[in-house]
């Protein structure tokens, strides 16, 4: 695995952003900070590695920022501009191609950042503001959540759409799809998550969701929700100051991640084979998890306020 092999600590990056406008590079086996950046005009609201391990996207307030992680150079190297809200949510496409993003300015973009004018190629408009973005693993669709509780089903390749409200008053806050493509799942700022079985369409059809459960999850919000890479698992995190793990194949609960102080729990990543979970919380720490006892193995101390987001990669490209 990852966290405690030495030889392979080159291949793993952790990176953790948040209230006090840096970003810090850690070495998972130890927890110590190897490096901080700073993200000077605003708070930091999601991060995300490129495929090859060679870039770090943050996003803030009106700004996407492309920095370098194999340089030392603590500055950008591209400022993504024109959105004129928070910047909410980041990924990419499987082999780095482009970048897509989620903002409170009610749109979701496709950006070419190999460019050398970083403008979007593709926005897609909503009636509300983005909350989070989910790129299936068919790298053809875009699942967008925004806060009037709609989920957007957004195909690359035609531009169709289909929207998906599983409850009328209650924000959907984040959105993931298992890496098999079998399930989606959603939570909302009420606490509860909901599960759809997807099913592939045929001839360039768009996916097919089926409402297939939904549950109480968390006592407050809920705040992210991620499926493990090995799609058994879905990990939810909340305002409730906990992260709890679910088996997908019931969706029971198999582990609660709770510690004194840790307040809300905002972003969450599993290691590549699934046996461990990063989280960030409002205490300012980021803590690692074993997800089979339940346990906190190490915490990541520097943040001086609120850890809201974290990216983690350890598969070497």
């Given at each position: 695995?990852?966290?405690?092999?030495?030889?392979?600590?080159?291949?793993?990056?952790?990176?953790?952003?948040?209230?006090?406008?840096?970003?810090?590079?850690?070495?998972?086996?130890?927890?110590i900070c190897q490096r901080t950046m700073q993200h000077a005009d605003s708070q930091v609201n999601a991060l995300e590695i490129t495929p090859d391990k060679q870039s770090l996207a943050a996003t803030g307030y009106q700004h996407i920022r492309m920095y370098d992680l194999a340089s030392s150079n603590p500055n950008p190297i591209v400022n993504y501009e024109g959105i004129t809200k928070n910047v909410t949510g980041v990924g990419f496409q499987e082999d780095g191609k482009w970048m897509y993003t989620g903002s409170e300015d009610h749109s979701a973009r496709i950006w070419d950042y190999r460019s050398k004018t970083p403008q979007a190629a593709k926005i897609f408009q909503t009636s509300a503001p983005v909350t989070s973005v989910c790129l299936?693993?068919?790298q053809v669709e875009l699942l967008v959540g925004d806060q009037s509780g709609v989920i957007h089903l957004w195909d690359l390749k035609t531009d169709h759409n289909e929207q998906f409200i599983p409850e009328g008053d209650a924000a959907i806050l984040d959105v993931d799809v298992d890496p098999e493509g079998t399930h989606m799942a959603a939570v909302n700022n009420k606490g509860r998550c909901y599960i759809w079985s997807l099913t592939f369409g045929r001839d360039g059809e768009p996916t097919k969701m089926n409402p297939k459960h939904k549950f109480n999850a968390h006592k407050k919000a809920a705040l992210k929700c991620k499926f493990s890479p090995d799609s058994t698992l879905l990990v939810t995190t909340s305002a409730d100051q906990t992260a709890?793990?679910?088996?997908?194949?019931?969706?029971?609960?198999?582990?609660e991640l709770k510690h004194e102080n840790q307040r809300w729990v905002w972003d969450v990543a599993f290691s590549s084979d699934s046996q461990y979970i990063f989280t960030a919380s409002s205490d300012g720490y980021a803590k690692l998890w074993n997800v089979k006892t339940g346990s906190m193995e190490r915490e990541y101390a520097g943040h001086q306020k609120a850890v809201i987001a974290l990216a983690f990669r350890d598969i070497a490209p």
């Open positions: 695995m990852v966290v405690d092999s030495s030889n392979e600590n080159d291949q793993i990056i952790l990176a953790t952003g948040g209230y006090d406008h840096t970003i810090k590079i850690w070495q998972t086996h130890t927890g299936h693993p068919n709890k793990i679910w088996k997908t194949c019931d969706f029971s609960l198999l582990q």
